[in-house]
């Protein structure tokens, strides 16, 4: 089958993410999503392995969700939140500070992940400035981690990623240390809070790096880094854009740590891979810092599309879906799928690590390799993967058939297979 034309004007007009345009392998021409599935123009089906960045928990099109989005656009497509306010979003905030755990009193919309952790990060800022009349303008984050591209979350990614290194100089500089997993690692986190009184948070991916190779770590450093700024007066904010809503085995990795953040951030999977929007949630003592009689404590942040009410719409139907669907259940047996698939290639030569938690598989190799070459063998197989650096990862649907999981994995195998021979 021919390209259809509109796939010339993108290759003429669109500049696509994370791409060398002149370069680049030709984009496939999608027609349409459905369950896990990728329909091209060309007729041929892909089984989504990555959930279009970890988004579609629920699988495309799920019916639910694009009722609801119907009913929404046909009563209020959306209304600023200026000096205004509509039911999808104070439906959705409500809902949110009783799902996520703590004693979360607040909740600012987003358009995107990026932006909500740029907002979490302001509010720290402010609080400090606001409860205290102190003056705290660096974060702490961690190597391997990534929380955006905006100007001030690209200040707390892993700065030996890469990925913004072009940047360097144009960023403030911010404090990026190892995960304190043991105990030299906790003593030098321990030392930079006890030793500098700049820091207003720490933030955290919990329990799964994502876009900085799937990297995993367990429980008790979470409640470490609870007990750190608590000793030294930091804030603690979650950054669980990626691994909110089910996808680390518990609605929240909060949840599954038992440890409650002074602030968290989501997205991807908010509205089920529907429509962009993100949240900042604060618990109540930090709110309490910007309520009051004084205008200038205010938190000076207002995107346009702020609380959209389609997405809001989407993200409760999303949320009801949890509610009445067997999702957690869904998740724990992809996890059981996924450990028996690859739990051979940890003894292979030429495999540094297999990492599997909740939703998400992951398999490192010691060694680089060609990533277009792999994602053009994976589309030959019949399945859409996308590599991190030297990892090959999965982070599927929830509600993806075992044989559809069983045709990615064995994908997965077979190249890690053809690449470590």
Same mark, same amino acid.
């Given at each position: 089958?021919?390209? *259809?034309? #509109? +796939?010339?004007?993108?290759?003429?007009? +669109?500049?696509?993410?994370?791409?060398?345009?002149?370069?680049?392998?030709?984009?496939?021409?999608?027609? =349409?999503?459905?369950?896990?599935?990728?329909?091209?123009?060309?007729?041929?089906?892909?089984?989504?392995?990555?959930? =279009? #960045?970890?988004?579609?928990?629920?699988?495309?099109? @799920?019916?639910?969700?694009?009722?609801?989005?119907?009913?929404?656009? =046909?009563?209020?497509?959306?209304?600023?939140?200026?000096?205004?306010?509509?039911? *999808?979003?104070?439906?959705?905030?409500?809902?949110?500070? %009783?799902? &996520?755990?703590?004693?979360?009193?607040?909740?600012?919309?987003?358009?995107?992940?990026?932006?909500?952790?740029?907002?979490?990060?302001?509010?720290?800022?402010?609080?400090?400035?606001?409860?205290?009349?102190?003056?705290?303008?660096?974060?702490?984050?961690?190597?391997?981690?990534?929380?955006?591209?905006? $100007?001030?979350?690209?200040?707390?990614?892993?700065?030996?990623?890469?990925?913004?290194?072009?940047?360097?100089?144009?960023?403030?500089?911010?404090?990026?240390?190892?995960? *304190?997993?043991?105990?030299? =690692?906790?003593?030098?986190?321990?030392? /930079?809070?006890?030793?500098?009184?700049?820091?207003?948070?720490?933030?955290?991916?919990?329990?799964?790096?994502?876009?900085?190779?799937?990297?995993? @770590?367990?429980?008790?450093?979470?409640?470490?880094?609870?007990?750190?700024?608590?000793?030294?007066?930091?804030?603690?904010? $979650?950054?669980?854009?990626?691994?909110? $809503?089910?996808?680390?085995?518990?609605?929240?990795?909060?949840?599954? /740590?038992?440890?409650?953040?002074?602030?968290?951030?989501?997205?991807?999977?908010?509205?089920?891979?529907?429509?962009?929007?993100?949240?900042? +949630?604060?618990?109540?003592?930090?709110?309490?810092?910007?309520?009051?009689?004084?205008?200038?404590?205010?938190?000076?942040?207002?995107?346009?599309?702020?609380?959209?009410?389609?997405?809001?719409?989407?993200?409760?139907?999303?949320?009801?879906?949890?509610?009445?669907?067997?999702?957690?259940?869904?998740?724990?047996?992809?996890?059981?799928?996924?450990? &028996?698939?690859?739990?051979? +290639?940890?003894?292979?030569?030429?495999?540094?690590?297999?990492?599997?938690?909740?939703?998400?598989?992951?398999?490192?190799?010691?060694?680089?390799?060609?990533?277009?070459?792999? %994602? &053009?063998?994976?589309?030959?197989?019949?399945?859409?993967?996308?590599?991190?650096?030297?990892?090959?990862?999965?982070?599927?649907?929830?509600?993806?058939?075992?044989?559809?999981?069983?045709?990615?994995?064995? /994908?997965?195998?077979?190249?890690?297979?053809?690449?470590?021979?």
């Amino acid at each position: 089958m021919a390209d *259809p034309g #509109w +796939l010339q004007d993108g290759l003429d007009h +669109l500049w696509l993410p994370y791409t060398q345009m002149k370069t680049m392998a030709r984009p496939l021409a999608v027609a =349409s999503t459905q369950g896990a599935r990728i329909r091209l123009v060309d007729g041929r089906e892909l089984i989504d392995g990555v959930a =279009s #960045w970890w988004t579609a928990v629920h699988g495309y099109n @799920h019916p639910r969700i694009l009722a609801a989005v119907s009913d929404q656009l =046909s009563r209020m497509p959306h209304i600023m939140l200026g000096g205004l306010v509509h039911e *999808p979003a104070s439906q959705l905030a409500a809902r949110l500070t %009783r799902l &996520a755990p703590g004693d979360f009193a607040r909740v600012f919309f987003t358009e995107s992940g990026s932006v909500a952790v740029e907002v979490a990060m302001k509010v720290a800022v402010q609080y400090w400035r606001n409860a205290f009349g102190q003056t705290r303008t660096k974060f702490v984050s961690f190597r391997g981690g990534y929380h955006g591209d905006t $100007f001030a979350t690209m200040a707390v990614c892993d700065p030996e990623e890469g990925m913004h290194a072009l940047f360097k100089g144009a960023l403030a500089e911010q404090i990026i240390l190892p995960l *304190p997993r043991e105990e030299a =690692s906790a003593a030098g986190l321990e030392r /930079a809070l006890g030793e500098r009184r700049d820091i207003a948070g720490v933030i955290v991916e919990p329990l799964l790096q994502g876009a900085g190779g799937m990297l995993v @770590h367990d429980e008790a450093t979470l409640r470490r880094l609870r007990a750190l700024c608590d000793a030294h007066g930091a804030l603690l904010i $979650f950054d669980e854009i990626f691994t909110g $809503f089910g996808r680390t085995g518990a609605m929240f990795a909060a949840t599954r /740590a038992g440890v409650s953040p002074d602030i968290m951030t989501l997205g991807k999977a908010l509205t089920g891979g529907v429509c962009p929007l993100a949240a900042t +949630l604060v618990s109540a003592r930090i709110y309490e810092a910007f309520h009051g009689d004084d205008p200038e404590k205010a938190l000076m942040h207002g995107p346009t599309f702020t609380g959209h009410a389609l997405a809001c719409a989407a993200a409760n139907a999303s949320l009801d879906l949890f509610e009445e669907e067997p999702r957690l259940d869904q998740i724990a047996a992809i996890e059981r799928r996924m450990r &028996a698939a690859f739990e051979a +290639l940890r003894r292979r030569r030429g495999v540094k690590d297999v990492r599997i938690l909740g939703a998400v598989g992951a398999v490192e190799l010691e060694q680089g390799f060609d990533r277009e070459q792999t %994602r &053009a063998a994976f589309i030959d197989e019949g399945v859409f993967i996308r590599p991190l650096g030297r990892t090959i990862y999965l982070s599927p649907a929830y509600t993806i058939g075992e044989e559809e999981l069983d045709a990615l994995t064995g /994908a997965v195998v077979r190249r890690v297979e053809a690449l470590t021979a």
